[in-house]
């Protein structure tokens, strides 16, 4: 977030910002995984879930804590 100390949004933990990080470079190399047309090889078609789920799982974590300060509505 901002490092203008004057400003009143509150900064993300270090946390979230790991996992805000993260799960947008996942959901890149996903992205660039499916348009570079590999679909049909075995390895990536098992590998889709598995970073689906990892996404999810960052995705509620993030939901969780903007929740909690209030960020979402």
């Known amino acids: 977030m901002r490092?203008?100390?004057?400003?009143?949004?509150?900064k993300?933990?270090?946390e979230l910002q790991k996992r805000l990080y993260r799960s947008k470079n996942i959901s890149l190399l996903l992205e660039m995984e499916v348009r570079a047309g590999n679909g049909g090889e075995i390895s990536t078609l098992f590998s889709i879930p598995c970073i689906l789920s990892y996404i999810h799982d960052d995705?509620?974590?993030?939901?969780k804590e903007l929740n909690e300060r209030?960020?979402?509505w």
Not at 59 to 63: Q, S, V
């Open 3 to 10: 490092k203008n100390k004057r400003c009143s949004v509150q």
């Open 12 to 14: 993300l933990s270090p």
């Open 59 to 63: 995705f509620k974590e993030i939901e």
């Open 70 to 72: 209030g960020l979402l």
